[in-house]
């Protein structure tokens, strides 16, 4: 059975900082990457890495800000958040791809979630 477990979240000041990980288990995958939802808005992208290779891509909004990371001795990603702003509150998602795919910053080609992790930067 595939499970991603996120953690990490918590609340922050402005221009502070979290880590977030996520576990993977029951398989491999071709990539793994970050998405954040608000209330009454899409889910959206983040970030994202190739497994294997370790190709990293960000959204604009936080490139320079985040820094996404392998451990693949423990199957885990990292999202590392510094210089947090209260725009960057929302419910942070793991997800999956089990097979490559050609854009990682689409959300329906995704196959497995995490429950989120909640990530609160208070003013």
């Known amino acids: 059975q595939v499970q991603l477990v996120e953690s990490g979240g918590g609340t922050v000041q402005a221009g502070g900082s979290l880590r977030l990980s996520c576990t993977a288990s029951g398989r491999t995958f071709a990539a793994m990457g970050w998405f954040r939802q608000t209330p009454g808005k899409e889910r959206v992208f983040v970030a994202a890495i190739r497994w294997s290779e370790g190709s990293l891509y960000y959204s604009d909004s936080v490139k320079g800000r985040f820094t996404i990371s392998r451990d693949s001795a423990k199957n885990t990603i990292y999202l590392q958040m510094n210089s947090l702003q209260p725009e960057d509150t929302a419910v942070y998602y793991c997800?999956?791809?089990?097979?490559?795919?050609?854009?990682?910053?689409?959300?329906?080609?995704?196959?497995?979630w995490g429950q989120g992790t909640q990530v609160t930067v208070s003013s």
């Open positions: 997800a999956a791809d089990r097979e490559r795919a050609l854009n990682l910053r689409i959300r329906t080609l995704y196959d497995y």
